[in-house]
């Protein structure tokens, strides 16, 4: 280590010391162990705020059910923004939630947002998948040779079907008996959707 001119000295809380050698290997040591205790103090007694697995999969089924819900209803708003590669479709609901279809040569992908103002939201229809893939209804509602509404009005039951590669099922049923399955991408978000923006669903069983 080089040697410090002798004569200068430095003042620390009160305390005139001279300026050695080891007087700037001690500071620098002091200033290590400080900085190493706001790392400790910030990062590792007090991690940042990470989402659980739970809370995760939570908004995932908030998205999933919103979606169902907003996609049988018309928007407050809807924008078509037109580009080079295809278009930009917004729609905008009366809670605020917002449709986005992109529309490509490719194809077209659909996302819905749950209005991020929100707070507390849940999935309050989400029920286990059945045994026999079918939920209890009204004995008249089996017979499954009527015709389907589609969009179809009202609440509805839903849930997570077979999962085939990245795409797994997710399935609605009305009250009265009509059921739909539809393809969800649980990593993009995204919906299986016709080439005109609606849903893309099969209908398992129509009433009416």
Not at 71 to 87: I, N, S
Not at 135 to 158: D, E
């Amino acid at each position: 280590m080089p040697r410090l001119p002798k004569g200068r000295e430095i003042t620390l809380w009160g305390l005139t010391l001279p300026i050695t050698n080891w007087t700037v290997s001690g500071i620098s040591a002091l200033v290590l162990v400080g900085v190493g205790g706001v790392i400790y103090k910030q990062v590792i007694e007090t991690p940042p705020s990470m989402l659980s697995m739970t809370e995760m999969n939570a908004r995932l089924a908030t998205e999933v059910e919103e979606y169902g819900l907003h996609a049988m209803e018309e928007p407050t708003k809807h924008e078509y923004l037109e580009d080079a590669d295809g278009g930009l479709a917004l729609r905008i609901y009366p809670d605020h939630c917002v449709m986005i279809q992109r529309k490509t040569r490719r194809g077209i992908r659909t996302k819905l947002i749950v209005d991020l103002a929100r707070e507390n939201v849940h999935a309050s229809n989400q029920v286990v998948k059945p045994n026999d893939g079918l939920l209890p209804v009204a004995s008249a509602a089996q017979n499954c040779a009527g015709g389907c509404l589609n969009p179809h009005p009202g609440q509805f039951r839903w849930w997570y079907g077979v999962r085939n590669g990245d795409w797994v099922e997710v399935w609605r049923q009305w009250p009265e008996g009509c059921r739909h399955v539809q393809l969800f991408h649980p990593s993009s978000g995204s919906w299986d959707t016709n080439p005109n923006g609606t849903p893309r669903v099969r209908w398992m069983c129509c009433v009416h």
